[in-house]
C-alpha cells in the first residue's frame, strides 16, 4: 500500500511539473498573470509530492517491507536504523529519488522565497526547472522505479554493501546531491535570461545566493566525500582521480568561476554572456556527473552496451538539455547587451584571469575522465589515466592560479593598480619566503617542492589576512576603529577572507600529507611494538565480538609518543555475514591536526595480524580547509545585501502582487 | 569518496580477498628497491579494479603484479625497463599515466591550450573591446543639460536620500 502510494505521488509530480513546464511559459507570453502564478503553485506542490513519494520509500525500508524489490536488494532487517534511513539512497533507485526531491525542494525553495522576483522571470525559471524535473521522474518511473513489487516476498534481504554501512552515507551523497542540483537554479536562470532575452546586474544578485548555496554544499560534500573514504577504504588515501570523484570536481571548479564572475556581473554588470555560459556548464557538468554514475559507463564500456535503458535514457537527458541549452545560447546570445569596460589590470581582470584559470583546469579533469571512454568507443583502444597524469596536468594550472588569488580582492575595479596591490602584500610576500626558508632549512635539501607549495599556501593565507588589514585599516587607525571597522565590514568581503584562506589551509594540508606521510607496513604479534615518527604502538589484544548484522575482530594497540601514552586505537575487521564482505574500520588517532591511522590486514596461521600504520602530519587541515572555505561561503550567503534580495524594479506587473 | 558508491559494482572483486594491499611479506630487504618498486606501483594499474594503482588495490592480481615488479626491479631492471615489460605483457591499459603517442596527443595538449587559447580569445576580445571602447565612450559623455543637472545634485540643492 505505501509503495503503491509513494509510486502514485511520484506520477502526480510528473504531471505537475508537465503543467509546470508549460503553461507559465505561456502565462509569459500572454502576459497573464495568473497562468504565470502557477508556477509556483506546482513547484510546491510538486514538493509535497515528491517528499511524500521519498517518505514512502524511507518508511518502506525502515520497516524492512522485503515485498519491495528495492528494500530487499538493499536492507535486511537486523541492520541499524539509521543505516536502514540512509540505505535509501544507497542504491540506484533510491538515489535517483534523492536527485528529484532535492530538486524539487530547490524549485519549491525559489517559488516560496521568490517573491521578489519579476513575474515573468519566476514563471521562466520554474518552468525550465519543470522540464528537468520532468525528464528525471520519467527516468525513474521508466527505468528506475524504487516501488518495484516482488510476486513471492523473501523473509530476510540482502543487506545494503557493508562499505556503505557508514555515517558518511548519511552525509556525503545529500550533500553533494544539494551542491549538483542546486546548480539547476543558475542553470534555470540562465536558460529564462535567454528566453526573455534581458539580463542585469539584479539577474546576477538573484542568482548568485542560489549559486553559492550549491557551491557549499558541494564543497563539504566533495570534503565529507573524501574523509569517509579516507577513513572507510583502508588504506589512507583523500583523493584518487577516480572518474567519480572527477564528476563531482568538475561542476564544482565550474561553479566556482561561476561564484566569482557573478561578482562581476553584479557590481560591473560585465561578463554577462559568459556568466550565462558558465551557468549552463555547471549545470550540465552536473548532468554529466549524474549520468557518469548512474548509467554504469564507467564500470565498462561493454556493460553499459549490452544493459543500456538506463544509459541511454540518461544519455538522452543528457544530450536534450546540454544541446538544447547550448543552442539556445548560440542563438540568442548575441541579444545581451555587453557592459561594463575595464583595464586588464583590475578586479574584474583578476577575476577574470581566475575563471580562465579554473576552467581550464576543468576541461583538464574533464578530457582526462572521459577520454579513455571516447578512444576505447571509437579506436576499441583501451588506456587508463588514473593520478599520476592529473598530478601532471592539474596542478600546473592550479598553482598559478593560487598565486594570483591573493591580488585580486586587493585590485580596484575598473582599472587597478598592480604595483599599489604588490606593495600591500609585501607582508604576505615576506611570510612565503620566511616559510620556504625555515621548512628549506629543516628538510636540509629534501625536494623543493613541499617548502615552494608551502610558502605558496601561507601567502594565499597571508594574502587574506593582508586583505582583510587593508580593508580595516589595521595599524593605520587606532585599534578601536580597526575593531569597529572589522565588525561593520560587509559579510561577503569576511566570507572572500575566510574562503581564499581556506583555500591555503588546505594546500598546506595536502602538501604535508603527501611529502611527509610515513607508514609502517608489517606482521604483529600480541605485544609486539611498532615505531613510526616517534610514536611507538604496541599491540595490546585481539579480540572477536558479534556486532547486529556482523562479526568484528578488534585489535587494540596503545599509542605512546616519548614513553607517554596518547591513548588506546582500536581498528577492526568486520565480516557481514550476508554479503560475505570484509570491511576495515581504520583506527584514527587525532594529535594536533596530524592522525595516526592504523588498519588491519590478515591474519597469518600463527597469529600475527599484518598491520598498516600510517603517520600522516597535518592530514586534518585537507578537510578543514574546505570547511573554511565553505564556512566563508556562508558569511557571504548571510550578507545582508543578498539576504534581502535584489532592489525591486518598479514594473507594472508588480502592482499587481500582493504587497509584502 | 564517491568510488565508495561505485564500489558497489566492484564489490564482486573485492569480495573473498581480503588481502590488503602491500603486504608485509612483498616487501624487498633493500629499502631503496623497495622505495622504486612503491614509486612504480603507484603509476601502474591493477586491470580488474575501477581505476586503482597496483599499489592501493587489494585485488589477486595487484598482487601478482606487485611481486612481479619487485622480481624485475630484483633482477636489475630499471624503472623504464620495468614499465617497458609491463606494457609488453598487458599494453598500454597497465600505465594509468599515457604515454604520448598520436593517440594520446589530444589527452596532453589539451589543457595547456585550453589555458593558452582561452587566453588568446581574451587578448584579442579585450583589444576590440577597447578600440570600440573609445567611440562608445564618446557616446557615453554627458550633454551640457545633463551637466548642469548633475551639478546641480552635487551641490546639495536636491535633499539626500534618508539612509536606509
Known sequence: MIAEAGHYALVLGLGLALIQSTVPLLGARWRDVALMNVARSTAIAQLIFVAASFAALVTLHVSSDFSVVNVFENSHSMKPLIYKITGVWGNHEGSMLLWVSILALFGGLVAIFGNNLPLSLRAHVLAVQAWVASAFYLFILITSNPFLRIANPPIEGRDLNPVLQDIGLAVHPPMLYLGYVGFSISFSFAIAALIEGRIDAAWARWVRPWTLMAWIFLTLGIAMGSYWAYYELGWGGWWFWDPVENASLMPWLAGTALLHSLVVMEKRNALKVWTILLSILTFSLSLLGTFLVRSGVLTSVHAFATDPTRGVFILLILCVFIGGSLSLYAWRASALKQGGLFAPISREGALVLNNLFLTSACATVFVGTLYPLALEVITGDKISVGAPFFNLTFGPLFLPLMIAVPFGPLLAWKRGDLLGAAQRLTGAGVAALVAVAVLWAWTRGGSAFAPLAIGLAVFVIAGALSDLAERIGLFRVPLGTAVWRARGMPRSSWGTVFAHAGLGVALIGIVCETTWNSEYIGSMKISDVASIAGYELRLDDVKQRQGPNYREMIAQFSARLDGRLLDTMTPSKRTFTTRGATTTEAALLTHGASQLYISLGDTAGDGAIAVRIYHKPFVLLIWFGPVLMAFGGMLSLSDRRLRVGAPKPAKSLRGLQAAE | ?164
Open chain 2, 1 to 164: 569518496m564517491k568510488r565508495i558508491l561505485s564500489c558497489v559494482f566492484a564489490i564482486a572483486v573485492l569480495a573473498g580477498s581480503p588481502a590488503r594491499a602491500v603486504q608485509p611479506d612483498e616487501i624487498m630487504s633493500d629499502p631503496a628497491k623497495e622505495l622504486r618498486a612503491r614509486d612504480l606501483s603507484r603509476e601502474l594499474r591493477c586491470m580488474v579494479c575501477q581505476n586503482q594503482s597496483i599499489d592501493d588495490s587489494e585485488a589477486p592480481l595487484a598482487r601478482d603484479l606487485r611481486l612481479l615488479v619487485r622480481e624485475r626491479i630484483a633482477a636489475g631492471d630499471s624503472d623504464a625497463q620495468v614499465l617497458d615489460f609491463l606494457v609488453a605483457r598487458y599494453g598500454e591499459f597497465v600505465l594509468l599515466k599515457p604515454r604520448l603517442n598520436p593517440h594520446t596527443w589530444l589527452l596532453w595538449l589539451l589543457p595547456p591550450l585550453a589555458l593558452a587559447g582561452g587566453g588568446l580569445a581574451l587578448w584579442s576580445h579585450g583589444r576590440r573591446r577597447s578600440r570600440s571602447s573609445s567611440v562608445a565612450e564618446a557616446a557615453a559623455t554627458l550633454t551640457p543639460d545633463e551637466e548642469a543637472r548633475l551639478t546641480a545634485l552635487m551641490s546639495g540643492d536636491v535633499s539626500p536620500e534618508k539612509p536606509a
